[in-house]
T-cell receptor, first 112, second 113 residues
């Protein structure tokens, strides 16, 4: 069985400050990891994914994440956030059958 | 290219009433997923279709929920009768192949009173 834990339910941050959203996973098989963003009243949009290769993954909107196998983590980072980054962020792990297991989400609140 | 379309976007019903949600996946996408997203939580898979065949419905509460994907394109998810605890967002997603990236629709927000 696989599971995902997002350690922070809410992260307030000032505009132009850096941010890190934490994600830890457990899986008994090879992992494929994803970060999705959900803006209010919208569906989920893929930010970035790790399937294999380089452990540092770059995504859209200036976000990046680092896969750390020893710590079973896949934290999301952005060096300078904008007001428009305010949204809910979900970390997910995919199994061999393309089934996604999501974490509980982290609400990023960017303040002016 | 049009994304995943869902309707209605919002639905309010009284408990014990039936309700249905409709999903039109991206053209050419063979795999379709229905997810349940409770308030403040991540989505949870209800059912997955490969073309018209339901290949994973282990999380679908079959006493009141049903789904169909006739002709392997559009899909309908039904609840009958609805309960207060069914209030949530129902998300539909599709992927081109079984292992392809999943694209999500905007969801249907159901409120049961």
């Amino acid at each position: 069985a696989q599971s995902v834990t997002q350690l922070d339910s809410q992260v307030p941050v000032f505009e132009e400050a850096p941010v890190e959203l934490r994600c830890n996973y457990s899986s008994s098989v090879s992992v494929y990891l994803f970060w999705y963003v959900q803006y209010p009243n919208q569906g989920l949009q893929l930010l970035l994914k790790y399937l294999s290769g380089s452990t540092l993954v770059k995504g859209i909107n200036g976000f990046e994440a680092e896969f750390n196998k020893s710590q079973t983590s896949f934290h999301l980072r952005k060096p300078s956030v904008h007001i428009s980054d305010t949204a809910e962020y979900f970390c997910a792990v995919r199994n061999a059958g393309n089934m996604l297991t999501f974490g509980g989400g982290t609400r990023l609140m960017v303040k002016p | 290219e049009a994304g995943v379309v869902q309707s209605p976007r919002y639905k309010i019903i009284e408990k014990k009433q039936p309700v249905a949600f409709w999903c039109n996946p991206i053209s050419g996408h063979n795999t379709l997923y229905w997810y349940l997203q409770n308030l403040g939580q991540g989505p949870e898979l209800l059912i997955r279709y490969e073309n018209e065949e339901a290949v994973d419905d282990s999380q679908l509460p079959k006493d009141r929920f049903s789904a169909e994907r006739l002709k392997g394109v559009d899909s309908t998810l039904k609840i009958q009768p609805a309960e207060l605890g069914d209030s949530a967002v129902y998300l539909c997603a599709s992927s081109q192949t079984q292992l392809g990236e999943q694209y999500f629709g905007p969801g249907t927000r159901l409120t049961v009173t």
